[in-house]
């Protein structure tokens, strides 16, 4: 499995704006792409001045599949977002591959 993490942080003056794009468009179109089965937003708990910063995991089951997505719908799918957010919002994209994940048999309560 692998794991495209895409980092954004983003300028407060225009968070709301983006967040609804994202949620409600952009991850929905990467999603729609055939390449990600499953994606996950969340928020990095560290206190910016001026901004707030996300992740947002799209899990694939190939590296091939990642490819694909970087040369048929990425460039298209960044575009819209440089043009809705410009310099107020700055991405740097990191590759993951799960090596193994372990579960607790403790039910939190």
């Given at each position: 499995?692998?794991?495209?993490?895409?980092?954004?942080?983003?300028?407060?003056?225009?968070?709301?704006?983006?967040?609804?794009?994202?949620?409600?468009?952009?991850?929905?179109?990467?999603?729609?792409?055939?390449?990600?089965?499953?994606?996950?937003?969340?928020?990095?708990?560290?206190?910016?001045?001026?901004?707030?910063?996300?992740?947002?995991?799209?899990?694939?089951?190939?590296?091939?599949?990642?490819?694909?997505?970087?040369?048929?719908?990425a460039?298209?799918?960044r575009?819209?977002?440089?043009?809705?957010?410009?310099?107020?919002?700055?991405?740097?994209?990191?590759?993951?591959?799960?090596?193994?994940?372990?579960?607790?048999?403790?039910?939190?309560?």
């Amino acid at each position: 499995m692998i794991i495209y993490n895409v980092t954004i942080n983003i300028e407060n003056s225009v968070h709301d704006k983006w967040m609804q794009w994202m949620q409600t468009k952009h991850i929905s179109d990467v999603l729609a792409t055939g390449k990600f089965s499953t994606a996950r937003m969340v928020k990095v708990l560290v206190e910016e001045e001026g901004s707030v910063t996300y992740s947002i995991q799209y899990v694939t089951d190939s590296k091939e599949k990642l490819k694909s997505y970087y040369t048929d719908d990425a460039p298209r799918l960044r575009q819209e977002g440089l043009q809705l957010f410009g310099d107020k919002m700055l991405a740097f994209r990191t590759e993951l591959e799960v090596i193994s994940e372990h579960f607790s048999e403790v039910t939190m309560q």
